[in-house]
């Protein structure tokens, strides 16, 4: 009886120690996770940053606050990435501060693009700032929110990121954004024209059947990407769209 008694009793401690040293390894993972983020490269740092927000705990936004207002747009929207994870409207407002921002910034942030022209000043800038933009997009559909649609919906008619804004509605997947694909089924870019239809499919947009059969004889190849024709996309999504008989 006594060695039961002794049994029982020691549990709940065991149970507290259990927990202290689980919140421990909580917040160490935290804080190691906060220091890969501020001293890793680009393109590990997103990945750090999904796992900062799924640990949920909003007291990384406080070490991550000087990161909204980095020079480098590519590292400043992974920031925001985290905080619009977990919830801080500054997340979303960075981001569509990057997306009307067309100031001066410093060459080779992210993937700058542009071709080089020693007789034009700044001839690398639009490239950036398209890319900058480009990214900022890239991010809105990553996080999957209702709240991105109002940024993404005018992007559909701006010719540096319309395709890709495409694709981002696709992945929040508000009915919303159906109307305005299927308006960009007409679009004369057929990358934009491709990406609509993916996006109307991930939708399961069957209202824009008769839009996409419209486009099966539309034989024009995207200007980068798979070499699939917009028929061809537009062939694959009337199958998966098409109601069984």
């Known amino acids: ?36 983020f501020q001293t890793t490269n680009f393109s590990r740092q997103l990945e750090v ?15 991550l606050e000087p990161w909204l207002g980095h020079e480098d747009r590519h590292l ?26 067309r100031s001066y910034r410093p060459e080779g942030q992210g993937v700058p693009g542009g071709s080089f022209n020693p ?11 398209r890319a900058d933009r480009y990214y900022a997009v890239h991010l809105l559909g990553q996080l999957k929110s209702a709240r991105a649609v ?13 395709y890709h804004a495409a ?13 305005p694909l299927i308006a960009v089924l007409r679009n004369p870019d057929a990358l934009v024209r491709i990406s609509a239809i993916q996006s109307l499919v991930k939708l399961g947009a069957t209202e824009a059947l008769p839009a996409i059969r419209a ?29 069984e008989p």
């Open 1 to 36: 009886m006594k060695r039961t008694i002794g049994i029982v009793l020691a549990a709940p401690a065991a149970l507290a120690m259990g927990a202290m040293a689980f919140a421990q390894s909580q917040n160490l993972s935290l804080a190691a996770l906060l220091d890969q």
């Open 49 to 63: 940053g999904k796992q900062i927000a799924q640990l949920g705990d909003v007291r990384a936004l406080q070490v």
């Open 76 to 101: 400043r929207a992974n920031a925001a990435f985290v905080y619009a994870s977990l919830g801080d409207t500054r997340g979303f407002e960075t981001l569509r501060g990057i997306l009307t921002d």
């Open 119 to 129: 007789g034009q000043p700044h001839w690398w800038l639009p490239g950036q700032i």
């Open 150 to 162: 109002e940024m993404l919906l005018p992007l559909l008619e701006d010719t540096d990121v319309n």
């Open 167 to 179: 694709w981002a509605l696709g992945e929040v997947g508000d009915v919303r954004a159906v109307g």
């Open 215 to 243: 486009l099966l004889t539309d034989n024009a190849l995207p200007r980068a990407g798979d070499q699939v024709s917009v028929a061809e996309t537009a062939k694959v999504a009337i199958a998966k769209l098409q109601p």
